[in-house]
């Protein structure tokens, strides 16, 4: 079964390389720096996160004062993120919480900490789930972890490569062992434009789709 699933999660891969090409998300941030910013993402869009993530960084010059600052001032900065009241504290108590065990926010050491123990190293603080852990993992640190966001999900269900009924938090080991370790960078990536641009939640434009014929999804149109 999972060697039918490797095959397709290859074939799509290919073909959205081919549609879409090799892409480049950004320059790669520290991976403290990733860490804010995609407990920043959760629940809004990259326009509004950029936004706050640059408003923090104009008002802090290091995240050492974010930590030491008053919660106010914090949640005043991010509030283009949304959810200031939540994601303020939130950033706070991590890098507290980062500081009092590692004693800097320095964590280039999760390139050397075994996979596995780095992604529950960074699951074990209040608002760093499955999805955020991989981010830092794979787009700071360049380790092969698989982020499973909501456009991914949505796809990958409609293609075939995960069980419908199968939760987020199981996508990111399945997804893992679906997709060979050196595609992930670009399969996430392509496959966040592909439910952008064309397998959208409401109306995919299946007759525009570049894996058309590879997907599974019962609804296709055209």
Excluded at 102 to 129: H, Y
Excluded at 131 to 155: E, Q
Aim: aromatic share 6%.
């Amino acid at each position: 079964m999972m060697t039918n699933l490797n095959s397709l999660a290859l074939q799509i891969h290919q073909a959205l390389l081919k549609a879409f090409g090799e892409p480049i998300w950004r320059n790669p941030l520290p991976a403290i720096d990733e860490l804010v910013s995609t407990i920043l993402s959760q629940n809004t869009n990259d326009v509004n996160r950029d936004r706050a993530f640059h408003a923090l960084r104009a008002k802090f010059p290091t995240w050492e004062s974010v930590r030491d600052a008053e919660e106010r001032e914090v949640v005043e900065a991010i509030r283009p993120a949304g959810l200031a009241n939540q994601k303020g504290p939130r950033i706070r108590q991590v890098l507290k919480e980062i500081t009092q065990e590692r004693g800097s926010l320095d964590l280039q050491f999760l390139s050397d900490m075994p996979l596995e123990e780095a992604r529950a190293w960074l699951t074990k603080f209040n608002g760093v789930g499955p999805k955020t852990a991989a981010i830092v993992l794979c787009f700071a640190l360049g380790r092969p972890a698989f982020p499973v966001d909501t456009h991914v999900y949505r796809v990958t269900g409609r293609i075939g490569l995960r069980p419908e009924k199968m939760t987020v938090e199981q996508a990111h080991p399945h997804l893992e062992a679906v997709f060979p370790p050196e595609t992930y960078y670009a399969a996430h990536l392509n496959i966040i434009r592909l439910g952008r641009e064309v397998c959208h939640a409401r109306k995919p434009l299946c007759p525009k789709c570049p894996v058309r014929e590879l997907c599974g999804y019962k609804d296709k149109t055209g």
